[in-house]
């Protein structure tokens, strides 16, 4: 009689999938430190200065990324939104909150973006270069996530993705795109309100 | 019956090398893990050569080698840069990948593809190093202090390149220990416990734990130089409102932490070497476990012993007392591996020799370190050459010991053939006389005034200077017999069999070196790593592990300290016998 | 424990002390102490070493006796003794070095405090680091004009507090036989303070890599009687020497004008016989030589005439036009001028130091 020992371990599905939201929730930490990093700096040299904004420099307007949150926070709501459709089985309403989600991920980076540019040429030092330092980041990571969002709604669309066989891109990708508007809005209190 | 197994003690057959997969993307743990090894040495062996011609500059008191001052402080900043960020903070991701999923049982790391992604990071980020002697290369040290690293005072572009080099280094670093955490935490073989766990795992760790909290803050300083250097900003410039001590502050929150990210696995090792030649378990698991984890924890409070001159003066305080805290675990450790070798029955192989080196050169490291947490102390020893004593002692000393002991006890099982010991033993008389006479002068030159990085320096060292180049020449022609010896064992060294050393984990239970999935069989884990010298583990060693494997599952025999109960017996046929641990 | 083991580790304990107690007070691992600061530094780094010493000991000590005595025997093929640990060893080897550590804190701190409270009639002496030496100005009367100095004199006995500048980029201002170091960082001024105890030279170093010459970054400190110190001060001050008369001129004047900073000179040229050390412009060592061969048909004396007046005539190849101030040809008597060109005239390669 034979006893045969089984395979080395396979990873199974289960595993995977505690493996993947242990990847997310660890990267989530490694990029709030580097954020962290710079509010950090932020303070520092904000101190050094007599006043905030320093003497004879202007305040930034804060209407359009005060637009920009409530964009942001709109378009989170939109991913919470595609998960729930997935959950319930709703492949319609799945992609069209998806696209919701890119469609203001979009409108933010595109104005980011061009409001960089324009920072660029026409700085006035400390206090325009810790905006230009810490937006850039910001909006660099947004854009990474917004191709990864990209990409799972490309899946959707062929049709993968579903509570039977499993969905955690979706829920990666939705995760991380919370992580970029909290992100936005601890920014945003940092350089317009505190 | 066809034979599925080896037969007990049989060899590995050896499998053709080819060296195109080593040079391509693979998704195989061993495969990235070999080639982060090699890719590392060989910055190694440039950041040496560099090193060759710092001690040549400084044989006569007006910088002989290098006219123009500027080409020497390049080449000691390069050295730095190479020896920290290319050799001593990657390798042990390439043991670590070779060996963390082969000790706890698993196939492979949780994320095979992140792996691969992480170690093709290097080789560009190196090279774009390199390419900054083209276009002008990094002056101001490894440390890159404002002002001299902005865009006055260093005009080069290398030092731009050094920042985006590091930046990709710190991203590869990062991915690194996120696949390490989650493979370690999720991915054990059934009955290993958390305190199951080889003390390299526990290192591997620690050490991910320590890189993933604290390289982002090396990859904000570094985001916020390139600033400065490249848009025209102000951050770190005093004269348009800037700090320049802001740099200074975050760099070494994260350089800190990154000398313990370069120990901490080196100590892991010695546990494994020094348990393993002692015949003997390690004293006090338990204590070792913790104490790397409290390492990692309190390696995060003492940044700022690094600006003892620097910093408001009762700001200073603090630090000295967690720089003096941090001693205490460090000592743990060092008392229980001679606890573990107090008694044994030791063997003296090289992998040994440079685990019993590590241990001898460390001390004196350490207690310079001591030295240097005292305030008072440190302003005469700060930026002066005791303090390149000092790092050298736990980096070479230390760490770069760790580093040879690990290869010369891994090369078996990556290759399937052993290193000559003779070869060996005079690599490593060589390192540590060549070491000694190089580096202890150095605490004496520091302590009377001459201080580091300078390419000229007053005459009355002279004499301390040419002993220590002498040593280093030694030092550095000594570390040609290692690769010597690698290459040429690689093709005509002894067939190593399974387990040449007769060792308790994982990766010794399978062959040599290990089929793609790693294990012919489901591995089944000695009860404890280290059971030197108890009937289990003479069991285990001698091929049964069917009653452990039973037991793990029957949730008994996971207390290394409990004996297990007699089990029935169990039918067996040549081809059950699972892979058996002798040679 | 048996008795034998007991008096055996006690007598290893004395031994250690002994052999502890004399590498603390004899070592040699510093150079002279020629300060409060020193004494005190010293005194508790012969302290650890001391006990540095006795831990290195031992853990060598174990480290090289269980090499000889716990080899392999050969044909012994067995493992040694399943020992896993021993609780109230790694107790004490835990508690010992906590106790050691806690202890080397409090004496340290309490070396460290001394150096932060200021002494009664401090000396203040200003340091400027820049690429590549050391300047110090001392304290004078602001009425009496006192150029600064390369050479660091201090009287014996006397607390002085260093405030430290950099022109630059970071420096580290060290005097090892003090032992006391502290970084100058641009856009601060730091201090550090000292009590010189005995007389003697020594250097200062600078420790902090500034760039291409951080090397030959030294300077020499010298620490004399009062009354020495009091006459090297002297010699610092700019005393105006005697006006010409109208229509005359003396290079002593001139140099007096550059010293002093009339003309701003400094800024932009480089002689150290004038104390003024400018990048921006040619230098001025050697110009005497130079002069007469830079504009064919200009003699020496014309051409730096000129060069001051309409400094755009003719530009040194290498620097840029329209930098140098274009007025002096409104602001600057012809006695000042060519008391200035008298002054340059004299600066040859091979003639000898003028006489501080």
Not at chain 1, 37 to 58: E, H, K, M, T
Not at chain 2, 76 to 103: C, D, E, K, Q, R
Not at chain 2, 232 to 240: M, Q
């Amino acid at each position: 009689m034979t006893t045969k020992y089984p395979a080395p371990q396979e990873t199974t599905p289960g595993q995977q999938l505690s493996n993947n939201r242990l990847l997310i929730t660890l990267t989530i930490i490694a990029l709030s430190l580097v954020f962290a990093c710079l509010i950090y700096s932020n303070f520092i040299v904000r101190n050094a200065q007599g006043s905030w904004p320093p003497a004879g420099v202007d305040r930034m307007d804060s209407l359009t990324p005060l637009l920009m949150t409530a964009i942001l926070i709109l378009s989170s709501g939109a991913a919470i939104m595609a998960v729930r459709s997935l959950k319930a089985g709703q492949r319609g309403p799945l992609l069209t909150y998806l696209y919701v989600t890119i469609g203001g991920g979009l409108i933010y980076s595109v104005w980011m973006l061009a409001f960089l540019a324009r920072l660029l040429t026409t700085f006035n030092g400390v206090y325009s270069a810790l905006f230009l330092a810490l937006w850039f980041v910001h909006v660099v990571h947004a854009v990474a996530v917004l191709l990864y969002l990209g990409y799972v709604t490309a899946q959707v669309r062929r049709g993968r993705y579903s509570v039977a066989e499993g969905w955690f891109p979706l829920e990666g990708s939705t995760n991380l795109w919370h992580f970029v508007t909290i992100v936005w809005i601890v920014l945003f209190v940092v350089l317009y309100i505190v | 019956m066809a034979a599925t197994l080896p037969a007990a003690g049989a060899t590995q057959e050896a499998r053709p090398f080819r060296l195109s997969k080593y040079l391509s993307w693979s998704l195989d743990h061993k495969v990235i893990g070999v080639q982060y090894l090699v890719t590392v040495f060989t910055f190694y062996l440039i950041g040496g050569a560099l090193a060759m011609l710092i001690r040549v500059n400084l044989l006569t008191p007006d910088s002989m080698l290098f006219i123009d001052k500027s080409t020497y402080n390049a080449v000691f900043s390069m050295h730095g840069t190479i020896m920290i960020f290319l050799f001593l903070v990657p390798v042990w991701a390439g043991f670590g990948n070779y060996f963390i999923p082969l000790m706890i049982g698993a196939k492979d790391m949780a994320f095979p593809w992140l792996n691969a992604f992480a170690f093709w990071l290097l080789p560009p980020a190196g090279l774009l190093l390199i390419l900054g002697w083209i276009v002008g290369p990094p002056q101001a040290g490894w440390t890159a202090y404002f002002p001299l690293s902005g865009p006055i005072y260093s005009r080069a572009d290398g030092q731009t390149l050094w920042a985006i080099s590091l930046h990709l280094i710190g991203i590869s670093s990062i991915l690194g220990a996120i696949n390490f955490i989650v493979t370690l935490k999720n991915m054990r073989v059934k009955g290993m416990g958390w305190f199951q766990m080889p003390l390299f795992c526990w290192s591997i760790l620690a050490t991910s734990i320590i890189v993933l909290l604290a390289t982002p803050f090396l990859g904000g300083a570094l985001t916020l130089m390139l600033f400065d250097r490249l848009a025209g900003t102000n951050i770190f410039n005093p004269a348009t409102g800037g700090d320049p001590l802001l740099w200074t502050n975050v760099f070494w929150f994260y350089s800190h932490p990154a000398v313990y990210i370069m120990i901490v696995p080196g100590f892991g090792i010695l546990s494994e070497v020094l348990s393993v030649f002692s015949r003997k378990p390690i004293f006090g698991y338990k204590a070792i476990a913790l104490s790397s984890m409290a390492i990692a924890g309190l390696g995060f409070t003492v940044w700022a012993h690094h600006l003892f001159t620097t910093l408001a003066p009762w700001t200073r305080v603090p630090f000295m007392i967690t720089s003096m805290a941090i001693a205490v675990p460090t000592g743990i450790k060092v008392f229980s591996w001679l606890g573990t070798i107090w008694r044994g029955k030791i063997r003296f192989t090289t992998s040994m020799h440079f685990a019993l080196g590590f241990l001898s050169l460390f001390v004196i490291g350490g207690i310079t370190g001591v030295l240097l947490a005292a305030i008072p102390v440190d302003y005469q020893a700060h930026g002066s050459y005791f303090v390149v004593a000092h790092l050298h002692f736990v980096f070479f000393g230390g760490s770069v010991f760790a580093v040879y002991a690990a290869a010369y006890y891994w090369y078996p099982k990556i290759t399937g053939r052993m290193m000559d010991e003779r070869l060996g033993k005079f690599h490593f008389w060589l390192t540590y006389i060549g070491f000694l006479l190089s580096f202890l002068p150095m605490h004496i030159s520091g302590l009377y005034g001459m201080p580091r990085r300078v390419a000229a320096y007053d005459p009355k060292f002279q004499a301390i200077n040419i002993l220590t180049s002498f040593g280093a020449f030694l030092l550095g022609v000594g570390q040609l017999p290692f690769f010597v010896n690698a290459a040429t064992s690689f093709v005509g060294g002894i067939r190593a069999g399974n387990n040449p050393w007769r060792a308790l984990t994982l990766e010794w239970q399978t062959s040599s070196p290990p089929p793609e999935e790693n294990f012919f069989d489901e591995p089944v884990p000695a009860p404890d790593p280290y059971g030197y010298g108890t009937p289990e583990a003479a069991s285990y060693l001698a091929g049964d592990h069917r009653p452990r494997k039973l037991a793990a599952e029957a949730g008994l025999g996971t207390n290394p300290l409990m004996p297990v109960p007699d089990m029935p017996d169990m039918p067996t046929t040549s081809e059950d016998k699972p892979v058996s641990g002798d040679r | 424990m048996n008795s034998k083991l007991i008096l055996r580790l006690a007598i290893i304990g004395v031994v250690l002390l002994v052999i502890g107690a004399i590498a603390g007070a004899l070592n040699p691992f510093m150079p002279a102490r020629a300060s409060a600061e020193a004494n005190a530094t010293d005194s508790l780094f012969n302290v650890m070493i001391m006990i540095g010493t006795i831990i290195f000991l031992i853990v060598e000590g174990v480290l090289v006796y269980s090499i000889l005595r716990f080899r392999k025997k050969p044909n012994d093929e067995t493992d040694g003794p399943p020992m896993h640990g021993n609780t109230a060893l790694e107790l004490v080897w835990t508690a010992i070095p906590a106790i050691i550590v806690t202890f080397l804190s409090v004496a340290a701190f309490s070396v460290f405090a001394a150096t932060q409270v200021p002494r009664d009639n401090e000396l203040v002496v200003r340091v400027k680091g820049q690429q590549f030496v050391w300047s110090f100005s001392y304290p004078h009367d602001p009425s009496v004009n006192m150029r600064a100095s390369d050479v660091l004199v201090l009287p014996v006995d006397q607390p002085i507090r260093f405030d430290i500048e950099a022109a630059d980029v970071m420096h580290g201002f060290w005097i090892p036989e003090f032992r006391i170091k502290q970084d100058a960082v641009p856009g601060r001024i730091t201090e550090v303070r000292t009590l010189p105890t005995l007389k003697g030279e020594y250097s200062v170093v600078c420790y902090e890599l500034c760039g291409s010459g951080h090397g030959v970054m030294r300077n020499a400190v010298k620490v004399v009687e009062r009354s020495e110190y009091e006459k090297y001060l002297d010699t610092l001050i700019v005393r105006p020497p005697a006006k010409p008369a109208p229509g005359e001129h003396t290079p002593e004047w001139g140099k007096y004008l550059i010293i002093s900073a009339t003309y701003a000179c400094g800024g932009c040229h480089y002689l150290p016989d004038a104390n003024i050390a400018g990048v921006t412009g040619p230098t001025w060592v050697g110009i005497g030589d130079r002069a007469a061969t830079r504009v064919p048909g200009q003699d020496a004396r014309t051409y730096l005439q000129h060069a001051i007046l309409y400094p755009n005539e003719y530009i040194v190849p290498g620097y840029p036009a329209n930098v140098m101030p274009q007025n002096y040809a409104e602001v600057m008597s012809d006695t000042d001028l060519n008391s200035i060109v008298d002054y340059l005239l004299q600066q040859k390669a091979g003639q000898a130091a003028q006489a501080k």
